[in-house]
């Protein structure tokens, strides 16, 4: 009689896939690696930004943030929409995978990549850039961030895949990506935007994140409101995910 | 061509159906699109389902994959509800569905490991791209791949876990008169392997040479359940006829007129296509034959074809569906 192999046999299999197919998508590796270290590189080297002192410690944490966004909200919502749109997803629910082996693979390679994009982030800051991390720097904060950042953006990447049309869901993707590189502290600081977009900035999930891992990597701490907020943005998304996806 | 169905799967098959719909209901709004339907599927043997588009067909394939739940009736496939069966059902089913399902970037090979890992002891991957005749297409892209190639691989990957139960929506279509040979070989062989097979198709001649039986259904409903060569037994001969021009009602008053002549029982049923009819009621005969060319010389109409239709499973298919539409006509 045909069994089923374990769990952990599946997931293991489904992720692999995952990766590899990520790996084929151009349009994703260039908003995962290639926007996110442009933007450190290109705004390290010319001095057009009004920050004082460590421009690379205050442009790191922000690519990192976008590289998280790109891979989680980018590349999952997208690929996860079209994969509702091509019936991927409805055979893979003919298949001995569980939706929950499914969305464990597709986190997990969402995690291997954000490995992958901060490992190479930071070697460009510590390389060709010639920074040296400051003390105090707060690697389980870092860690934190990332995790409730990936929760908030795969959860709304997952909203959107499993909800909107494939097109729609692909454009405003990228829209929020783009709003998330302008209003998140990414490149500008929340505290230069006129006050009205600042107010919401501040409660949008990409300032939080940036914030969140500026404070883990100079050390300074005060990140606690972001936590709130970026947290609220995890279990809102993740939530809304859980309930509204529709799989076929 | 004829008679050429498999013979009768062995009683013992028939112990425990692998796939048992009973009285089957579904409705998408107020439209009732399957309606009290009812069929087995034994272990060994293969069963068809045919019908004109809207039948109802794809969806009672996708209640007994799981993908939907019944209105009404129920829906046990090896004993289990389908839609609320969890992975170890799904291990013992492969499923061909319509269209894909495959990301465009994938490729056949890596595919086939991918699905294999989510079974304990699954088909080599190679022997089943060879199987299915994959092996130089291995690792080319799915957007790549011809329609019939896309359809070899759904094939192989229904195939992948060892099923016990098959349900193949279409597995033909779209495939090149060489695949469709090796792929009803491949089916035949897993029937006789001990395979449940529910499969759709448009295909009559892969119906007539696979099918142990045919279910053919109208409108959510069984109009017919038996072999190949019963089905084909079971209809009576009958006059077929194309016209240069659609007869109207005084038309075909008047043909009818003339054909009660020699045949009081005649009348003539509109076929699939333009004035295209069937002299229902009546034997071929002689007579009958004169009676129709004369009417059609009165009626100026020109006979572009005529013939005499039974021995084939598309006569006897469209002669059920006929008298099935007649039936509702009252």
Avoid at chain 2, 22 to 34: F, H, I, M, N, Q
Avoid at chain 2, 105 to 133: I, K, M, N, W
Avoid at chain 2, 165 to 191: F, I, K, Q, W, Y
Wanted: proline share 6%; hydrophobic share 50%; glycine share 12%.
């Amino acid at each position: 009689m045909s069994r089923p192999a374990g769990h952990d046999r599946a997931i293991a299999a489904q992720l692999a896939m995952e990766l590899r197919l990520t790996a084929r998508r151009g349009e994703s590796l260039l908003a995962m690696v290639v926007i996110p270290a442009a933007v450190l590189l290109f705004f390290a080297s010319v001095p057009v930004l009004a920050i004082d002192g460590d421009v690379v410690g205050f442009l790191l944490p922000g690519s990192v943030a976008l590289a998280i966004i790109a891979a989680s909200l980018v590349n999952l919502g997208i690929a996860t929409g079209y994969e509702r749109h091509y019936g991927v997803l409805k055979r893979l629910g003919g298949s001995p995978l569980t939706r929950g082996d499914l969305v464990a693979a597709k986190l997990g390679a969402v995690l291997v990549v954000e490995i992958a994009q901060v490992a190479l982030l930071l070697a460009l800051a510590v390389g060709p850039l010639g920074w040296t991390p400051p003390g105090g720097a707060a690697p389980a904060l870092a860690i934190a961030g990332v995790l409730l950042g990936t929760a908030a953006f795969a959860g709304l990447g997952l909203l959107l895949a499993g909800t909107l049309r494939a097109e729609g869901n692909l454009a405003l993707a990228n829209g929020l990506f783009i709003g998330s590189l302008l209003l998140g502290g990414v490149v500008v600081p929340v505290g230069h935007l006129p006050d009205s977009l600042a107010g919401l900035a501040m409660v949008l999930p990409a300032a939080a994140l940036t914030d969140i891992l500026r404070a883990a990597t100079d050390g300074t701490g005060g990140a606690e409101a972001s936590l709130v907020v970026l947290g609220a943005w995890a279990v809102a998304a993740a939530g809304a995910a859980t309930r509204f996806f529709r799989w076929v | 061509m004829s008679g050429g169905a498999p013979a009768a799967p062995a009683s013992a098959a028939r112990v425990q159906p692998a796939i048992r719909v009973a009285d089957l209901v579904k409705r998408y709004g107020g439209r009732t699109v399957v309606d009290g339907l009812s069929l087995d599927v034994g272990p060994g043997e293969l069963v068809a389902l045919l019908g004109p588009n809207g039948a109802g067909k794809t969806t009672t394939v996708e209640i007994v994959e799981g993908y939907r739940r019944p209105d009404g009736g129920s829906v046990r496939v090896l004993g289990v509800d389908p839609a609320a069966g969890g992975r170890d059902l799904r291990a013992r089913v492969g499923l061909m569905l319509q269209g894909g399902g495959i990301d465009p970037r994938a490729r056949p090979r890596e595919t086939l490991v991918q699905y294999g890992l989510f079974h304990a002891s699954p088909r080599d991957p190679d022997e089943l791209l060879r199987l299915v005749g994959l092996e130089t297409v291995a690792a080319t892209p799915f957007r790549r791949l011809s329609g019939g190639e896309r359809q070899r691989l759904s094939l192989a990957l229904a195939l992948v876990g060892r099923p016990d139960v098959l349900v193949l929506d279409e597995p033909t279509a779209g495939m090149d008169p060489e695949a469709r040979v090796v792929t009803r070989e491949l089916v035949s062989n897993l029937r006789t392997a001990g395979a449940a097979i529910l499969l759709t198709s448009h295909d009559l001649s892969d119906v007539e040479r696979l099918a142990d039986r045919i279910v053919i259904i109208a409108e959510g409903r069984v109009v017919a359940s038996a072999s190949p060569a019963e089905l084909i037994a079971g209809t009576a001969p009958r006059l077929a006829f194309r016209v240069d021009a659609p007869l109207d009602d005084t038309a075909v008053a008047q043909v009818h007129l003339q054909l009660r002549a020699v045949a009081p029982a005649a009348r003539i049923v509109a076929g699939h296509g333009d004035a295209v009819y069937t002299i229902e009621g009546a034997e071929p005969r002689p007579d009958l034959v004169a009676a129709l060319a004369g009417a059609c010389s009165d009626a100026g109409r020109l006979i572009l074809e005529l013939r005499t239709s039974a021995g084939s499973l598309e006569d006897a298919y469209l002669a059920l569906l006929a008298e099935h539409r007649d039936g509702e006509r009252g």
